[in-house]
């Protein structure tokens, strides 16, 4: 493995970020092909394809926090008389201190990184509660749909 095979592959993964987060989505692409090399499984498939798969894994599980990060630190709406909450941004962990305690476990351990699957292994939960967990704080917060 070299620069010369990996750069390109990282490249193209990376331009699933928006311009602005390129950069870093370029650093986690090549950290998750560096992690890929030495998974490596040549059975499983071709190099390139592994690498690929991996970068792209990784860069969607970033953007994902990236966004969920995002929507926490918002500006906040005006409240009722139209007067801005203070400094601009809505207290997130306020609304989340109301969610039910699963939930802001959720989102801790999607905040934390962890995939739907490994986020309900540790919760005791399915993958499909946690989504829709998830889903529910984001829609709380006034978020999109994840």
Known sequence: MNVSDILPIARAVARLAPSHERDEALGVALLAITNAWRRYEPERGEWRAWARI????????????????????????????GEQLDEGVFDAFARLRQAAQLDREVVQARLAGLTLRAAGERLGCSRTQVMRRERRVLAALGGAQA
């Open 54 to 81: 991996w970068a792209r894994g990784a860069v969607v599980r970033y953007l994902e926090r990236r966004s969920l990060e995002l929507r926490l630190i918002e500006p906040a709406a005006p409240d009722e008389a």
